[in-house]
C-alpha cells in the first residue's frame, strides 16, 4: 500500500458502510439484549457482561472500565493497532481498497510492498551469510562469546554483513537498495553497502515486517553499532526492537523492560525474559512510549548505572510526563557500575532480577530524589530553583488525578503553594470522567445534547426551526454551543461518525461521554420539547440577570429587557 494521508471523507463513508455490531461480533461473541448487544468486556476481566455495542449509533461502550468508540476504536485497542493500520484493517474487512491523497516519493515512488519484501530477502541473506560463510564464522564466534545460543539468533533472525562492498548490488535492486538505507550514497556519485562485516540485528514492525536494520562491528573500529537510516519503512522515533518477538510470546505482557541495546533485548530473552525492548540508537521518544503503553500498563527504564544511563532516563523525563496518565505507570530501575542487563541477571538470576523489577523506583519517587539531590531545600532559594526545574515536567502531565497528586507532593517539599493545572483540560476531564449518579437524569442541557450526539439526524428540527443563540445561555453554554456548530456543520450520519471528527481533539472525552449517556426510549419525540425547555431557561436566566441591574445597565442592555418582558409577557 503506498503512503500517504487518508481522506476524511473516504474515512466517514468507511464507518458509514461497517456495522460495529457485525466487526465486533467476530472478534468478541456478542448477544442481543434490548436495543444493544452484549458481551463480557475484552479489554479488562469481569464476570458479568457490561460491555455493550449499539448499532444506530456505531458506538461501543464498556460500563465496567470505561472503554469505549468507534469500529476505528475497537480495533485499535482489540488488535493493537496505530490509526491507519486500523482503517486499512477496516477497509479490508468491508472488501474495499483505502485511497491515498499523495504518494510516498521514495526510490522513483516505488510500491512500499515491494520494499517489505525487499528487506526480507535481504534478511534472509544476511542469515545465509552468518551460516554459510567463511568470513560469518568471525561472527558465530562473536555471538558464543556472547554466551548467544543458536536458537535465540534464530528467533531473532541474527543474520552477517559480508566485507564485501558489491555484496548486495549483485542480488538487488540498486535504487531499492538506496530506497531501504542498504546502500548509502557519496558525494562522487558512487553507491557502497552501509552494513559491512558486522552482526545483522533484523528490526521488525509489530506485525513482523523487517523494516530496518542495526548492525555491531566485530572488532575495534568506529561506530560500533549502525542502524538503518530514516526510509519510508523505517522511522526510529517510532519502533522499538524486539517488540514484534515479545508480544508473539505473550500479547499482554504485565510489564514491558526498556532497555538500552539489541543485545540487551537478546540475552534476556533467551533467559527468560522475555518482555524486553530496546529504543533504537535515539533517546525515547512520546511516540515509543504511547506505542508501548498500547500492550501493557507499566514500563520499568533498565539502564546502566553509570552517567550516560542517568542521563537518557533523565532525557526520557519530558517524554514520559507526557504521556503518563492514571491507569499508566513507569518505574526506573539503574543498574549497579560495571553491569547491563545481561550480566547483571547472570549474576543475580533471573527471580532476583525480577524481584528488582518490582522494587525499582516509581517515577514519581525516582524524579522528585533527583531533584532534591541537586538543590539545597534547606534554604527559600534552593526550594525555588527546585519549583523552577519541576514545574515545566508536571505541566507536560495530561490532567489526571495523578498530576493533581505530583502537584500536592510538589507543594509539600517546595512548602509553597504551585499551580500546575491546566483549567481547560481539568474542565473537560471533570466532563468527561464524572459518572452520572444511578437513577438520576442527567441535566436537561447535558441530555440535549447526548440526544443531538446519539441521533445526530436530530440535528435537522434545529436546521427548519434555526437556532436562537443568544437563548443558549447557562453555565457551559460556549462548550454546547462550539460542539453543536460542529454538529451543523458535519452533519454526521452516526455517533461514531462525529467520533471520528473529535479523535485526538480537547473535547473527544466529553463527546465519548455523552454518546454512553443512557436515554429512554422516544427520544425524537422528547427532543423538541427539551429544546423549547432549554432556550425558555436560558431566557429566563438572562432576563433574571438584566432584571438585577435595570437601573445601572447601558442602553443595549434596557432594550433587551423591554423585548425579554414582552416575550415573557405573551407566554
Given at each position: 500500500?503506498?503512503?500517504?494521508?487518508?481522506?476524511?471523507?473516504?474515512?466517514?463513508?468507511?464507518?458509514?458502510?461497517?456495522?460495529?455490531?457485525?466487526?465486533?461480533?467476530?472478534?468478541?461473541?456478542?448477544?442481543?439484549?434490548?436495543?444493544?448487544?452484549?458481551?463480557?468486556?475484552?479489554?479488562?476481566?469481569?464476570?458479568?457482561?457490561?460491555?455493550?455495542?449499539?448499532?444506530?449509533?456505531?458506538?461501543?461502550?464498556?460500563?465496567?472500565?470505561?472503554?469505549?468508540?468507534?469500529?476505528?476504536?475497537?480495533?485499535?485497542?482489540?488488535?493493537?493497532?496505530?490509526?491507519?493500520?486500523?482503517?486499512?484493517?477496516?477497509?479490508?474487512?468491508?472488501?474495499?481498497?483505502?485511497?491515498?491523497?499523495?504518494?510516498?516519493?521514495?526510490?522513483?515512488?516505488?510500491?512500499?510492498?515491494?520494499?517489505?519484501?525487499?528487506?526480507?530477502?535481504?534478511?534472509?541473506?544476511?542469515?545465509?551469510?552468518?551460516?554459510?560463510?567463511?568470513?560469518?564464522?568471525?561472527?558465530?564466534?562473536?555471538?558464543?562469546?556472547?554466551?548467544?545460543?543458536?536458537?535465540?539468533?534464530?528467533?531473532?533472525?541474527?543474520?552477517?554483513?559480508?566485507?564485501?562492498?558489491?555484496?548486495?548490488?549483485?542480488?538487488?535492486?540498486?535504487?531499492?537498495?538506496?530506497?531501504?538505507?542498504?546502500?548509502?550514497?557519496?558525494?562522487?556519485?558512487?553507491?557502497?553497502?552501509?552494513?559491512?562485516?558486522?552482526?545483522?540485528?533484523?528490526?521488525?514492525?509489530?506485525?513482523?515486517?523487517?523494516?530496518?536494520?542495526?548492525?555491531?562491528?566485530?572488532?575495534?573500529?568506529?561506530?560500533?553499532?549502525?542502524?538503518?537510516?530514516?526510509?519510508?519503512?523505517?522511522?526510529?522515533?517510532?519502533?522499538?526492537?524486539?517488540?514484534?518477538?515479545?508480544?508473539?510470546?505473550?500479547?499482554?505482557?504485565?510489564?514491558?523492560?526498556?532497555?538500552?541495546?539489541y543485545l540487551d533485548v537478546i540475552a534476556l530473552a533467551q533467559l527468560g525474559i522475555s518482555y524486553a525492548v530496546a529504543a533504537l540508537g535515539t533517546a525515547v521518544s512520546q511516540a515509543h512510549l504511547e506505542l508501548l503503553f498500547r500492550y501493557t500498563p507499566e514500563l520499568v527504564f533498565c539502564f546502566d548505572g553509570d552517567n550516560a544511563g542517568r542521563e537518557a532516563i533523565w532525557k526520557a523525563m519530558d517524554a514520559a510526563f507526557s504521556v503518563l496518565q492514571d491507569g499508566r505507570q513507569i518505574?526506573?530501575?539503574?543498574?549497579?557500575?560495571?553491569?547491563?542487563?545481561?550480566?547483571?541477571?547472570?549474576?543475580?538470576?533471573?527471580?532476583?532480577?525480577?524481584?528488582?523489577?518490582?522494587?525499582?523506583?516509581?517515577?514519581?519517587?525516582?524524579?522528585?530524589?533527583?531533584?532534591?539531590?541537586?538543590?539545597?531545600?534547606?534554604?527559600?532559594?534552593?526550594?525555588?530553583?527546585?519549583?523552577?526545574?519541576?514545574?515545566?515536567?508536571?505541566?507536560?502531565?495530561?490532567?489526571?488525578?495523578?498530576?493533581?497528586?505530583?502537584?500536592?507532593?510538589?507543594?509539600?517539599?517546595?512548602?509553597?503553594?504551585?499551580?500546575?493545572?491546566?483549567?481547560?483540560?481539568?474542565?473537560?476531564?471533570?466532563?468527561?470522567?464524572?459518572?452520572?449518579?444511578?437513577?438520576?437524569?442527567?441535566?436537561?442541557?447535558?441530555?440535549?445534547?447526548?440526544?443531538?450526539?446519539?441521533?445526530?439526524?436530530?440535528?435537522?428540527?434545529?436546521?427548519?426551526?434555526?437556532?436562537?443563540?443568544?437563548?443558549?445561555?447557562?453555565?457551559?453554554?460556549?462548550?454546547?454551543?462550539?460542539?453543536?456548530?460542529?454538529?451543523?456543520?458535519?452533519?454526521?450520519?452516526?455517533?461514531?461518525?462525529?467520533?471520528?471528527?473529535?479523535?485526538?481533539?480537547?473535547?473527544?472525552?466529553?463527546?465519548?461521554?455523552?454518546?454512553?449517556?443512557?436515554?429512554?426510549?422516544?427520544?425524537?419525540?422528547?427532543?423538541?420539547?427539551?429544546?423549547?425547555?432549554?432556550?425558555?431557561?436560558?431566557?429566563?436566566?438572562?432576563?433574571?440577570?438584566?432584571?438585577?441591574?435595570?437601573?445601572?445597565?447601558?442602553?443595549?442592555?434596557?432594550?433587551?429587557?423591554?423585548?425579554?418582558?414582552?416575550?415573557?409577557?405573551?407566554?
Amino acid at each position: 500500500m503506498s503512503g500517504g494521508r487518508i481522506p476524511r471523507a473516504f474515512i466517514d463513508d468507511l464507518l458509514v458502510r461497517i456495522d460495529i455490531v457485525e466487526l465486533i461480533d467476530s472478534h468478541v461473541p456478542l448477544k442481543k439484549t434490548g436495543a444493544n448487544y452484549v458481551a463480557r468486556c475484552p479489554f479488562h476481566s469481569e464476570k458479568t457482561p457490561s460491555f455493550s455495542v449499539n448499532s444506530n449509533k456505531q458506538f461501543f461502550h464498556c460500563f465496567g472500565c470505561g472503554a469505549s468508540g468507534n469500529a476505528i476504536s475497537f480495533l485499535m485497542e482489540f488488535n493493537h493497532l496505530d490509526f491507519v493500520e486500523a482503517v486499512e484493517d477496516l477497509a479490508a474487512f468491508a472488501g474495499i481498497d483505502v485511497p491515498r491523497e499523495a504518494a510516498v516519493a521514495a526510490a522513483d515512488k516505488a510500491d512500499l510492498q515491494s520494499l517489505y519484501d525487499l528487506m526480507e530477502q535481504a534478511a534472509d541473506f544476511y542469515v545465509q551469510q552468518l551460516r554459510t560463510s567463511a568470513a560469518g564464522k568471525q561472527a558465530v564466534a562473536y555471538l558464543k562469546k556472547r554466551d548467544l545460543s543458536g536458537e535465540v539468533a534464530a528467533t531473532f533472525r541474527l543474520g552477517y554483513a559480508p566485507a564485501d562492498w558489491q555484496a548486495l548490488t549483485g542480488r538487488f535492486d540498486q535504487q531499492a537498495l538506496l530506497a531501504v538505507g542498504l546502500l548509502g550514497g557519496n558525494d562522487n556519485g558512487g553507491v557502497y553497502a552501509r552494513f559491512r562485516h558486522r552482526v545483522m540485528f533484523p528490526i521488525r514492525d509489530k506485525r513482523g515486517r523487517v523494516i530496518g536494520f542495526g548492525g555491531r562491528v566485530l572488532d575495534d573500529s568506529l561506530p560500533k553499532y549502525l542502524n538503518s537510516p530514516e526510509t519510508p519503512l523505517f522511522h526510529k522515533g517510532r519502533e522499538v526492537y524486539g517488540l514484534y518477538e515479545l508480544l508473539k510470546t505473550n500479547p499482554k505482557p504485565q510489564r514491558i523492560v526498556l532497555v538500552e541495546g539489541y543485545l540487551d533485548v537478546i540475552a534476556l530473552a533467551q533467559l527468560g525474559i522475555s518482555y524486553a525492548v530496546a529504543a533504537l540508537g535515539t533517546a525515547v521518544s512520546q511516540a515509543h512510549l504511547e506505542l508501548l503503553f498500547r500492550y501493557t500498563p507499566e514500563l520499568v527504564f533498565c539502564f546502566d548505572g553509570d552517567n550516560a544511563g542517568r542521563e537518557a532516563i533523565w532525557k526520557a523525563m519530558d517524554a514520559a510526563f507526557s504521556v503518563l496518565q492514571d491507569g499508566r505507570q513507569i518505574r526506573i530501575m539503574l543498574l549497579p557500575q560495571g553491569h547491563d542487563p545481561d550480566s547483571w541477571v547472570r549474576s543475580q538470576g533471573v527471580g532476583a532480577f525480577s524481584a528488582d523489577l518490582q522494587a525499582s523506583s516509581v517515577l514519581s519517587d525516582y524524579f522528585f530524589d533527583h531533584l532534591a539531590a541537586e538543590f539545597n531545600l534547606g534554604e527559600m532559594e534552593g526550594r525555588a530553583q527546585y519549583v523552577n526545574k519541576a514545574k515545566p515536567y508536571l505541566l507536560k502531565l495530561p490532567y489526571s488525578i495523578f498530576k493533581d497528586m505530583m502537584q500536592a507532593r510538589l507543594q509539600e517539599i517546595s512548602k509553597s503553594a504551585v499551580d500546575v493545572s491546566d483549567k481547560t483540560a481539568r474542565l473537560n476531564y471533570r466532563l468527561a470522567r464524572t459518572p452520572q449518579k444511578k437513577d438520576s437524569a442527567p441535566p436537561l442541557e447535558r441530555r440535549t445534547l447526548a440526544m443531538l450526539v446519539q441521533i445526530p439526524s436530530l440535528i435537522g428540527v434545529l436546521e427548519e426551526q434555526g437556532v436562537d443563540w443568544d437563548a443558549l445561555d447557562f453555565k457551559g453554554a460556549d462548550k454546547f454551543k462550539a460542539i453543536l456548530q460542529v454538529l451543523l456543520a458535519e452533519k454526521p450520519a452516526t455517533t461514531g461518525v462525529l467520533l471520528e471528527h473529535y479523535r485526538g481533539h480537547p473535547d473527544e472525552g466529553i463527546i465519548t461521554q455523552l454518546a454512553a449517556i443512557k436515554l429512554e426510549a422516544g427520544v425524537e419525540q422528547e427532543f423538541s420539547g427539551a429544546w423549547e425547555k432549554l432556550l425558555e431557561q436560558g431566557i429566563d436566566a438572562r432576563f433574571n440577570r438584566l432584571l438585577a441591574k435595570a437601573d445601572s445597565g447601558s442602553e443595549q442592555e434596557k432594550e433587551e429587557f423591554r423585548k425579554l418582558s414582552m416575550h415573557r409577557s405573551r407566554k
